[in-house]
């Protein structure tokens, strides 16, 4: 999959601006504040319909009352507007007001704030490989709001000021571990894949020999795992009452990664983070390919930054037969590929 041409009307800080793509490596440079994220933004809308980091509504230029994305692909024309809170689709077959999996072009984004995947919150390593996980796994953002319903049910009943019901509590319990076991399932599979694969993803991107691996903690153990968080929720219904919060599900776990057997959070350096995300990445791709069996549109987001020349060859090799845009704020002649100069626009 290839975009060769991106027009951008009243997006952000764009007027009415066109740009054209390299199919290989397109590396588009500029201070801070000259717009460079906002292209990226502007493929991964077109690509996806949404962007990955504000609402449709956010993305209008000021004073303006609407946007509109033109993109052209290797399959053809597609075109996104907005206006009045109402997001359309256009491509051969007609107008569309939703993305279905058949006019989604994939796409794998790397953004700064991915490196705080590994050191940061559990929220955001849950979040992450939610995402994931949603974009090759049909009805698993489903399983996703039901959990998250049921979960918001069962905590609104601990936080009533009456007496909790046991068999109302009980009901909810059920279905809460329904979907907690659907979500877990998922999750587990994943972080196993992602064990077989960083190791290698990471040697050629740090350009050194090591073993990384992945692990899911959660305090539900066994192989019986509905029946297991039932008497957990139940074990724990007291403190649950006094939090007036549900103390053990998937939205308490966590997954932690290894390098050479030792924890990513306390031991790794800045490069061997950005390193071991930019694996994550690879091993993104390899999903999105065996789900869409079309190549994804690899976005990189100032991600040279901190690396020697070697560190961003070997990056740039993780992109190799995908098409790659990628931002940064100083110049590259050395690298082969298109450039856009945002700095003298």
Known sequence: MH?????????????????????????ISGPNGSGKTNILEAIHV????????????ELTRYDQPWWKLQGGFDTGQREVRYQDGVKSLIIEDGEH????????????????????LI???????????????????PGYATTLRRYERA??????LLKSPRAVDEDELFVWDIMLAEQAELIVTRRKDLVSRWS???????????????????????????DHYKQSILNHLKAASTHDRLTGSTSVGPHRDDIEFFLDGKSCVSSASRGEIRSLVLSLKRSEIHSLVRYYDTKPLLLMDDVLSELDNNRQRNILGIGEG???????THQHPEINSLHIDLGSS
Request: proline letters at 3%.
């Open 46 to 57: 077109v690509s996806t319909g949404k962007s990955f980091r504000d609402g449709d509504d």
């Open 119 to 137: 050191h940061g919150s559990p929220g955001a390593r849950r979040k992450y490989i939610d995402a994931v996980i949603t974009a090759v796994t």
């Open 196 to 222: 077989a694969e960083l190791s290698t993803s990471y040697s050629t991107i740090a350009d050194t020999s090591s073993v990384v691996t992945a692990r899911y903690h959660t305090v539900i153990s066994g």
């Open 3 to 27: 975009i060769s041409s991106l027009r951008l009307q009243n997006f952000r800080s764009y007027i009415d601006r066109e740009f054209t793509f390299d199919p290989s490596v397109t590396i």
């Open 97 to 116: 007001k939703r993305f279905s999996k058949s006019h989604r072009i994939p796409v794998v984004l790397f953004e700064p704030d991915d490196l705080y």
């Open 151 to 156: 979960l918001a049910q069962r905590n609104r």
């Open 322 to 328: 995908y098409q790659t845009i990628l931002t940064t």
